[in-house]
């Protein structure tokens, strides 16, 4: 097999490997899956995810202190200074992302850029709808703000962009159902939950589109959100209704669920190298076995016992599942 040697003493990435990866593949020494098992074991490229994560909680930050020292003084500001401002803003932002991608800038500066680039149009609604004293419902200002970044993710590769993308696509469903009083099954509660079930099954069967443009952070985040969007969705559906002793409470079912749908999780991510679903799926089944002897014992132990017993079954829980994942990921 053709060998490869990083140069300067560098890490490699999945950047600097992948032209490797990929003639592997084409000379039939590897499978594609295997290619990308080897690539998912390194970061991207020279910024690693959680330098991605500190750049975007940075990006949020200045968006809010823009915001915040906007709205300070913002009586005073004439009207078209304001839409004036924010599109400059706008297309500065815009700019800065595609001028940063192209000319590979730091990651940082690129995400900064990007992630302005998504949250400025629901400020820009906004604006226009109290400039011009429009009026209207909230989930059409947050459905049109979807509208307007539907395809930036997907154009930019931002994996700011996307975390806004989902943030605007997850919004719209609590609004959605409050406004239009759905009620689908039982209660606008319920319907929530199936909404949101439904929903992180999509994202994480639709994230794995990611891989064709070898964009593994935002596979990941979207199977880890899928994952987990739909583990609380189902965890949390019928859980305040209470029925006879003599009847199957749904909640015992939508639970073995999820946690066979978890221990799913953690064996593909085993199979395919996929670290973050096998720490997601062990928290979730922590949770579950967590929330199953809370719910069971709750009602047959005394108050300073059940904290005791509950104390220690999730410290037991941690140390064995942070076991069981090292030995997993080895």
């Known amino acids: 097999m053709a060998q490869w040697r990083p140069e300067n003493n560098m890490k490699p990435t999945q950047k600097s490997l992948s032209g490797h990866v990929n003639n592997w593949v084409g000379d039939g020494l590897i499978t594609r899956d295997q290619a990308d098992r080897i690539l998912a074991k390194y970061p991207v490229g020279s910024g690693s995810p959680a330098m991605m994560t500190f750049s975007i909680v940075g990006g949020l930050l200045c968006v809010l202190g823009l915001i915040l020292t906007i709205s300070a003084n913002w009586q005073s500001i004439p009207r078209e200074v304001k839409l004036g401002g924010l599109l400059t803003l706008l297309t500065a932002s815009t700019l800065m992302g595609t001028e940063g991608n192209r000319r590979k800038w ?17 400020a820009g609604l906004a604006l226009i709808g109290q400039s011009f004293n429009l009026s209207g419902s909230r989930f ?128 593909s991510g085993y199979k395919f190298g996929r670290r973050h679903l096998v720490t997601v799926g062990l928290m979730m089944i922590g949770v579950t076995i967590f929330s199953f002897y809370l719910r069971l014992a709750g009602s047959m132990m005394s108050t300073g016992m059940l904290f005791l017993t509950a104390g220690t079954l999730l410290l037991i829980l941690l140390f064995a599942f942070h076991k069981l994942r090292k030995s997993i990921l080895q």
Not at 106 to 122: C, Q
Not at 193 to 199: E, F, G, P, T
Not at 204 to 223: D, H, K, P
């Open 106 to 122: 730091h990651p940082a500066i690129t995400e900064i850029g990007y992630l302005f680039a998504a949250v400025l149009p629901l």
């Open 140 to 267: 059409m200002l947050v459905f049109t703000w979807f509208l307007s970044v539907l395809f930036l993710p997907f154009l930019s590769l931002s994996p700011s962009a996307f975390v806004v993308w989902l943030a605007a696509l997850f919004t719209m469903v609590p609004i959605g159902v409050e406004e239009y009083h759905w009620s689908l099954f039982t209660d606008q509660d319920n319907t929530i939950s199936v909404i949101y079930a439904a929903l992180g099954v999509a994202i994480t069967v639709g994230s794995q589109l990611w891989s064709r443009a070898n964009q593994l952070i935002q596979r990941a985040w979207g199977e880890s959100l899928g994952l987990i969007t739909t583990s609380l969705a189902l965890f949390t559906y019928d859980l305040t209704i209470y029925y006879p002793k003599n009847h199957l409470q749904v909640w015992e079912i939508l639970w073995g669920i999820v946690f066979i749908l978890n221990l799913l999780a953690v064996f």
